[in-house]
């Protein structure tokens, strides 16, 4: 062996995982900042970044960044995962901070992290002394999968033990590093601030920077000191300038405008260079950081100015008065624009102090340089990697792992909004209800469908769903004809049926809804109504010739057999649909193609999960295994070349020996695929399911083609699909109903984090 080989255990493969430069946000410039200066200080190391992506924007990265994740698309931690143990990486440094990382409370991480097969040592940068409940978990969660935690001040500590029951031997304290100083004379030339006193505040700019209190102690700091002006240093944060665009700088500049001091406020709107920023602190003459927030644990900013020999005046967040402390800076009250007067006309007035405050910082300052900093977290990633739990250290395994989706919270303002007081109506202009078309049964069967589940699985007030679920009881009632034994489907804004006998598939769509509603209310009338009409209504389906009436109807019988297993009647029934639908199955199918017809049209998904559920409810294993292999073609067939959720399109459909239409794309395909693999997840247990019916759902949530959401959080609408080049921005009550089941059903299923396999593309 060379003398210069690593020894065993030692890291060779280092990634980093967070924003980088060019990515404008102080944690990319300190994981840039990071991932060099440890490159440096271990030249045997070879350092590699993961980089995170706000969604919808895309970086030049340097070389080093090697891959790169959409914050919102939990595949992408998933990929980034695999890539990182693919390449054989010793370690993962990891970055964190909420704002960062997809999902509620930026959970996404998880996923990434449950991929890992290799220690993680986890740099927080920011600690919360009142986190919420997803704050909290999330935090928990991803101090338990590292095995060490780095904080940048004993507060960051002691939070981590009070908060978080995080063990003191785990924990670094690190301090934030910045580059070592570099001695600059006649800045104040250069820079057009010749003879006057500087007052400096650099960082992307927000409202809860607090600037505007300085504004307002400027009238007073000029009588004493005429010669001041005020550098405001930074572009405005992206996120902030994408939501309110330049509204808090244009605020400061009016107020400033308003007080006569605008002459001496000069703002810097650009991201500036290291070079930059050192030349602008070298002619503060007073550093400021009125900063709003006492929670904030850590600024990047304020370190650099500390390092710089700056006499600083700050707020006292929990960073201010670590770093300040021992006469190294002044700590002012927040939002107290008389104190901020009183300290920086004290400065001005004592330059002996000022001095005096700026070589104390400067002297702590050489303990966070960066090359300093490096070797302490080197530190720690040796001690992660010689003391990692051997589980942590093995071969990646032939399975990983699968994290659910961030899924959002159930809201029936959209249907509540479509719903009258004769039932929910078709369809909308935008988000507003569309009297013209009126309503049909196929509607109020999914949106009566859609509350007995939610009846049965609870989380929304009692009161609306008794509303609700009786509302749509009553319209399906009136929709059928005794007579007849047929529901009809069509009904004007003007309560008159447009037709006498409705669609074979709408009335399917009733026997189901009913079905659910009697095994899933817990209202006894209403179940008692339904369970009359279920039967009345069970008794022509074996006449008709729609497998999709035949499939809605066994996914309904399904649903009343689970409350009342011992009817013969109704099982018998089963048997002759099912039947009925092998039959066309062993017709139709060829090793190309298996499946139920001659071609994918809508709402696929459902004659498989039909003979799914109907085959393993008969302990018919024959039958069961038709159901799967059909939904595995279809669900192979529905996935893009960049792993998206592809669904047949409307406009043409797919026909045997033809070519797959791609648009237009409708949520009742998702819905129903979702729907479907989650059931076949349920009967098998093959985790390849809970990979489908999540891509599937993704689509609601912008991870399509067009990349984005179909679901619209605004309204708790869903929009009615994708165009080739847009979304279809009218909200119906279909495509809503077939959002909300499918939310319904996968916050309800037990997919979550278990082994799957990397899905087969047909």
């Known amino acids: 062996m060379s003398s210069s080989a690593p020894p065993p255990g030692a890291i060779r493969r280092l990634a980093f995982v967070g924003t980088h430069l060019p990515r404008r946000c102080g944690i990319a410039t300190f994981t840039s900042d990071l991932s060099g200066a440890v490159a440096r200080g271990a030249p045997g190391v070879e350092c590699l970044t993961v980089a995170m992506n706000d969604t919808g924007r895309s970086h030049s990265y340097p070389e080093r960044v090697r891959f790169a994740i959409e914050e919102d698309e939990v595949a992408g931690y998933r990929r980034a995962g695999q890539f990182l143990n693919a390449n054989q990486v010793d370690l993962v440094s990891l970055q964190h901070e909420y704002g960062i990382f997809g999902g509620k409370a930026g959970h996404h991480v998880l996923t990434l992290l449950q991929e890992l097969r290799m220690p993680v040592v986890a740099t927080l940068h920011t600690l919360l002394t009142k986190p919420s409940a997803d704050q909290k978990s999330t935090l928990d969660e991803i101090i338990a999968m590292s095995e060490r935690v780095v904080v940048m001040s004993a507060h960051g500590r002691d939070t981590l033990q009070e908060v978080h029951g995080t063990p003191l031997d785990k924990i670094d304290v690190i301090p934030h590093g910045i580059p070592s100083p570099v001695a600059t004379r006649g800045s104040k030339e250069r820079l057009g601030f010749a003879g006057q006193n500087v007052l400096l505040t650099f960082g992307l700019l927000s409202p809860d920077k607090g600037l505007e209190y300085v504004i307002e102690a400027l009238p007073s700091i000029l009588r004493k000191h005429p010669d001041t002006i005020f550098v405001v ?102 939002r107290d624009a008389d104190a901020l007067v009183r300290a920086v006309t004290g400065l001005l007035d004592d330059p002996k102090r000022r001095a005096s405050l700026g070589q104390r910082a400067a002297e702590h300052g050489l303990s966070m ?197 011992g009817d013969s009647g109704v099982q018998a029934t089963r048997r002759d649909l099912v039947g009925r639908l092998i039959e066309l199955y062993r017709a139709t199918s060829a090793p190309d193609w298996p499946w139920f017809e001659t071609s994918l049209t809508y709402a696929n998904a459902r004659l498989a999960q039909a003979v799914i559920v109907s085959g393993s409810a008969m302990h018919d294993d024959a039958v069961t295994a038709i159901g799967l292999e059909a939904l595995t073609w279809l669900a192979g067939s529905q996935i893009s070349e960049d792993d998206l959720f592809a669904p047949i399109g409307s406009n043409g459909f797919y026909q045997r020996g033809g070519q797959k239409a791609a648009f237009d794309q409708q949520p009742i395909e998702a819905a129903s695929v979702v729907s479907a693999c989650l059931d076949a997840l349920r009967v098998s247990r093959q985790p390849i399911w809970a990979e489908h019916a999540c891509r599937a759902f993704d689509w609601f949530l912008g991870h399509n083609h067009l990349r984005k959401a179909v679901y619209d959080a605004r309204t708790g609408g869903c929009r009615d699909g994708l165009h080739v080049d847009r979304p279809n921005e009218n909200q119906g009550a279909e495509s809503t109903l077939c959002f909300l089941l499918a939310l319904v059903e996968m916050r309800s299923s037990d997919y979550a984090r278990i082994p799957r396999q990397k899905p087969v593309r047909s």
């Open 233 to 334: 240093l930074g572009a405005t944060h992206p996120h902030v300038k994408e939501r309110q665009g330049e509204a808090y700088r244009l605020a400061l500049s009016t107020r400033a405008r308003q007080l006569g001091v605008h002459e001496h406020v000069s703002f810097h709107d650009r991201f500036v260079s290291d070079a930059e920023l050192a030349e602008f602190l070298a002619a503060a003459d007073v550093y400021l950081t009125p900063y709003l927030n006492a929670e904030q644990s850590t600024s990047g900013t304020l370190a650099r100015a500390v390092s710089a020999g700056k006499a600083v005046i700050s707020t006292p967040y929990w960073h201010a008065r670590e770093l300040l402390g021992d006469e190294r800076g002044i700590i002012v009250p927040p």
């Open 369 to 565: 340089v960066w090359p300093v900093v490096a070797t302490e977290y080197l530190k720690s990633f040796e001690v992660a990697r010689n003391h990692a739990p051997l589980a942590r250290r093995v071969e990646p395994s032939p399975t990983v792992t699968i994290a659910p989706p961030d899924l959002p919270n159930v809201d029936l303002r959209h249907v509540r909004a479509m719903t009258d007081e004769t039932g929910i109506l078709q369809h909308a202009a935008f988000a507003v209800p569309r009297y013209a078309e009126g309503y049909c049964l196929d509607d109020n069967a999914r949106a009566l469908l859609l509350i007995a589940m939610l009846d049965s699985t609870g989380g929304v007030d009692a009161r609306v769903i008794d509303e609700l679920e009786t509302r749509y009881l009553a319209f399906v009632a009136y929709a059928f004809d005794s007579n007849r034994l047929r529901f009809r489907n069509f009904m004007s804004y003007s309560r008159h049926w447009s037709e006498d006998v409705g669609s074979e598939d709408s009335h399917g769509h009733a026997v189901w809804a009913l079905g659910a509603t009697i095994g899933r209310s817990v209202d006894p009338g209403r179940s008692s109504l339904s369970n009359e009409l279920f039967h009345a209504a069970l008794r022509p389906l074996v006449e008709f010739t729609s497998p999709r009436a035949w499939a809605y109807g066994l996914l309904g019988i399904d649903e009343y057999l689970r409350a009342f297993d």
